[in-house]
């Protein structure tokens, strides 16, 4: 799984930016990964289904349909 998220990474995120840092790197590494990868986008070992939502589903959240 961390070969998937680190070629995904690579190739999704870090091929598209030029950073003129390492703070400005890292900020934009902790967004990634904040705002997209764990919030919106769909994850296969998870069932096609994003991490916030499964996480909801594993804390007995209910979700409106």
């Known amino acids: 799984m961390s070969e998937s998220f680190f070629g995904s990474l690579k190739n999704e995120w870090l091929k598209r930016f030029e950073f003129t840092s390492r703070a400005k790197a890292r900020r934009e590494f902790?967004?990634?990964?904040?705002?997209?990868y764990n919030k919106r986008r769909l994850h296969s070992s998870l069932g096609y289904r994003i991490p916030q939502e499964v996480e909801d589903e594993h804390l007995g959240y209910r979700v409106a349909a």
Request: glycine fraction near 0%.
């Open 30 to 36: 902790v967004k990634h990964i904040e705002v997209f």
